[in-house]
T-cell receptor, first 114, second 117 residues
Framework: DAGVIQSPRHEVTEMGQEVTLRCKPISGHNSLFWYRQTMMRGLELLIY????????DSGMPEDRFSAKMPNASFSTLKIQPSEPRDSAVYFC????????????FGSGTRLTVV | AQKITQTQPGMFVQEKEAVTLDCTYD???????LFWYKQPSSGEMIFLIY??????QNATEGRYSLNFQKARKSANLVISASQLGDSAMYFCAMRANYGGSQGNLIFGKGTKLSVKP
């Protein structure tokens, strides 16, 4: 089992550019979560999907952020346009069933917007 | 509203000794789960241990145990026989099993543990 796979590991981009973060959950896991970690705010849930359907996106900061899960094995988090305050580590996590099991996290994407 | 509080920003422990990391929580949901994660300097989030709100016994996983005191709303992590590799940030987290926030794993601010040789 390869675990939750995120790409890229590091991303440096200029303000105003579009950024796309990618996640491949563990096969068979039907819940997928996007978290953001910053020093100021800690770990925050941005959005989560159950069976590819967005369930709760109340944590998405604003319209510049969007997330999709076109199939059970792939999800993207897009920021357009990016701003320096979006700099953070973005984690993807998956779970076989969010109500019964813990969440397995990917290694994260460290995003720096200059 | 749900909340996780970790009051110890940093802790030191001597190698081979036991250490307790504090965690208190607040929720009105009758059913919930409590988790501890470890984040080493490399940045990944590693699941350590889980306790369900209806579990009668405290959870244990190897050198990790969770001291669950439901009436006090506390879920302290105990690490026995500390090792140098235990040096990391430790996060307590909670998930409600019902209500509008179900599925959201809410994290505390973390405790940085340093193990001294």
């Amino acid at each position: 089992d390869a675990g939750v796979i995120q790409s890229p590991r590091h991303e440096v981009t200029e303000m105003g550019q579009e950024v796309t973060l990618r996640c491949k959950p563990i096969s068979g896991h039907n819940s997928l979560f996007w978290y953001r970690q910053t020093m100021m705010r800690g770990l925050e849930l941005l959005i989560y999907f159950n069976n590819n359907v967005p369930i709760d996106d109340s944590g998405m900061p604003e319209d510049r952020f969007s997330a999709k899960m076109p199939n059970a094995s792939f999800s993207t988090l897009k920021i357009q346009p990016s701003e320096p305050r979006d700099s953070a580590v973005y984690f993807c996590a998956s779970s076989p069933n969010w109500a019964l099991y813990g969440y397995t996290f990917g290694s994260g994407t460290r995003l720096t917007v200059v | 509203a749900q909340k996780i509080t970790q009051t110890q920003p940093g802790m030191f422990v001597q190698e081979k000794e036991a250490v307790t990391l504090d965690c208190t929580y607040d929720t009105s949901d009758p059913s919930y789960g409590l988790f501890w994660y470890k984040q080493p300097s490399s940045g990944e989030m590693i699941f350590l241990i889980y306790q369900g709100s209806y579990d009668q016994q405290n959870a244990t996983e190897g050198r990790y145990s969770l001291n669950f005191q439901k009436a006090r709303k506390s879920a302290n992590l105990v690490i026995s026989a500390s090792q140098l590799g235990d040096s990391a940030m430790y996060f307590c987290a909670m998930r409600a099993n019902y209500g509008g926030s179900q599925g959201n794993l809410i994290f505390g601010k973390g405790t940085k543990l340093s193990v001294k040789p």
